[in-house]
């Protein structure tokens, strides 16, 4: 019985090129320091992280593009109160780390940590400045965990 | 579409103190005391036998006391069991949300009279508990790898209404003074201390412990200091709300009954709800909610009532940034033009539009679960005109509307009485 329903389940065979549009292929291209999105090949819109589905047209018809890396600081917190995660890096209400949403060039927004910058000293922090992609490396017990982060550029 | 086939009414309303109350008080010892106390003032009586549901707004029973399947434990202690309990989820707005189903429920005809609770007890856990908790309600794959927090993410609004609008951390300390000031008159409060109080309360403390005496000229100064750390930038301590153990109680009645209970029904007349993306930066606004807009649309367009009407509000001051950001998604005021109000003092209990005269969650504090339905219990007794203390505003309220967030911002819930 089952059988007779294959055909309507959606299978997708991915190459070894060509990911399909997951969190995880995301993070994965993350972790090996690429910056990924996806690009609606019908109306154009770009999503970071990818999307499989376009929100804008309902068109399925994406391809995964990589984005440069520029952007401008749309947002920040130097935060002191961190998460655990950011707490465990050391970080503190004596040693504030950046949260900022940053406008990539290609016009998408990404969350990321801001580096390079005086976190003790927010007002110095101004929003519209360029800025990088700086992938950032954490040691979790031998193994190394990349995250999204950015700097001055 | 977007008509209540039948009038709905609240016909009593009430709420356990809050504060810092475990293992003192717990969830239902905290939603039996806000029972009771919606009891009092259903004006003839109201008995679990005519109670035909129970809904209950909820956050995280889960990560706070390692307790799932609430609602059929919250019915049971008002002794409710067997009817149908269910509990609702929309982070910081599962209030709000249990609040508009029990009226959806009751317009729909299939039930006629629903006691709607919130209740949290949040202090079972340590702080960098309730933070990781309070976190999942933002993205955890892409946001809280970057370090955000509940207060980073409302801080980075902050930080863009600033740089686009001229706002400043000053404007935003007002609005925290504001709601202290309420605060203190309100006995089921929290901080029932204003933050002048709070000043010299750190003075005098200061000038026992033999130490240096600052040099503060007012609240501002003292606000501005190391006394006020920055919890992230540009909000400090006291720009964010409490972590609060509390619960409130709301009965709902169709038309059909509510002359039963009381010849002074204050009518639900608008309810919507709005969504958006859990991340802040999958949003097109960064100076603004879209789910706060839809769900006023909604709201304003089933009461057909325009936001000038409005004479009184609970918004949802999780952070003072977001009252501020509420003002202008409401359509109160236009966008940039909020802090004109703040500074001139038209939101204060006296002036043109009183907003949180119940303390807000600044001061009141912030039981997250309880929130959305807790403000219908400040604004139903300002409606009736039984506001304790000297918070009872001094004209007759017969247009007002609550304002509950979820999370950064993803749900929001609107709710507009009328008498």
């Known amino acids: 019985m089952r059988g007779d329903n294959l055909s309507e389940i959606e299978v997708y065979i991915v190459s070894e090129n060509e990911k399909e549009f997951t969190m995880e292929s995301y993070l994965e291209y993350l972790q090996s320091k690429k910056l990924m999105g996806s690009k609606c090949k019908d109306c154009g819109e770009t999503y970071v992280p990818s999307r499989k589905l376009c929100i804008k047209c309902n068109s399925t018809n994406l391809e995964w593009i990589e984005m440069s890396g520029n952007g401008k600081i749309a947002a920040y917190s130097c935060i002191g109160v961190g998460t655990s995660f950011m707490a465990a890096k050391g970080y503190s209400i004596k040693n504030p780390y950046c949260f900022s949403v940053i406008k990539l060039e290609e016009g998408p927004l990404i969350s990321g940590q801001l580096i390079g910058v005086d976190e003790k000293h927010p007002d110095t922090i101004k929003i519209g400045t360029s800025v990088k992609v700086k992938f950032l490396e954490t040691d979790l017990k031998g193994e190394t965990r990349v995250d999204l982060g950015f700097e001055p550029a | 579409m977007g008509k209540l086939s039948r009038r709905v009414a609240i016909v009593g309303a009430g709420m356990s103190q809050f504060g810092k109350l475990f293992p003192l008080k717990r969830n239902p010892d905290l939603w039996v005391d806000a029972w009771l106390n919606a009891v009092k003032t259903v004006d003839n009586g109201i008995e679990p036998k005519n109670v035909d549901a129970c809904y209950i707004g909820n956050y995280s029973s889960d990560l706070f006391n390692h307790q799932g399947h609430l609602a059929p434990q919250m019915a049971n202690f008002v002794g409710l069991s067997p009817k149908p309990a269910s509990r609702f989820e929309g982070a910081c707005a599962s209030g709000g949300i249990a609040l508009r189903q029990g009226v959806i429920a009751i317009a729909s005809g299939i039930h006629d009279v629903i006691a709607v609770g919130g209740c949290e007890t949040m202090n079972e856990v340590s702080t960098t508990l309730v933070t990781d908790a309070l976190a999942t309600a933002s993205d955890n794959l892409f946001e809280y790898p970057s370090g955000a927090t509940f207060p980073g993410l409302y801080a980075a609004v902050a930080s863009a209404h600033f740089h686009k609008y001229g706002t400043t951390a000053e404007d935003l300390m007002r609005i925290g003074i504001?709601?202290?000031?309420?605060?203190?008159?309100?006995?089921?409060?929290?901080?029932?201390?204003?933050?002048?109080?709070?000043?010299?309360?750190?003075?005098?403390?200061?000038?026992?412990?033999?130490?240096?005496?600052?040099?503060?000229?007012?609240?501002?100064?003292?606000?501005?200091?190391?006394?006020?750390?920055?919890?992230?930038?540009?909000?400090?301590?006291?720009?964010?709300?409490?972590v609060t153990d509390g619960a409130a109680c709301v009965f709902l009645a169709a038309e059909d009954v509510a002359k039963q209970f009381t010849d002074t029904p204050i009518w639900i007349t608008g309810t919507g709800q709005g969504s958006a993306a859990l991340s802040l930066h999958d949003r097109d606004s960064l100076t603004s909610f879209v789910a706060t807009k839809e769900a006023a649309r909604q709201a304003y367009q089933m009461a057909n009532l325009a936001p000038k009407d409005i004479q009184i509000a609970e918004l949802h001051d999780c952070f003072t940034i977001a009252e501020l950001v509420a003002m202008e998604d409401l359509d109160f005021y236009e966008k940039g033009k909020a802090v004109d109000a703040v500074r001139n003092g038209e939101s204060k209990l006296d002036g043109r539009l009183p907003l949180n005269t119940s303390g807000g969650l600044k001061s009141k504090g912030h039981p997250v679960g309880a929130t959305g339905t807790a403000q219908a219990v400040e604004v139903f007794k300002q409606m009736r005109g039984i506001a304790e203390r000297n918070r009872q505003v001094k004209f007759d309220v017969e247009k007002a509307l609550t304002h509950n967030l979820g999370g950064s911002g993803a749900t929001c819930v609107v709710t507009i009485y009328q008498k």
């Open chain 2, 178 to 242: 504001k709601n202290h000031d309420n605060g203190t008159q309100n006995p089921f409060a929290q901080m029932q201390i204003s933050i002048k109080d709070l000043m010299n309360n750190k003075l005098a403390k200061l000038e026992k412990q033999g130490r240096d005496i600052p040099d503060w000229k007012d609240e501002f100064d003292f606000l501005k200091s190391s006394s006020n750390p920055m919890i992230a930038s540009p909000l400090r301590l006291f720009d964010c709300s409490l």
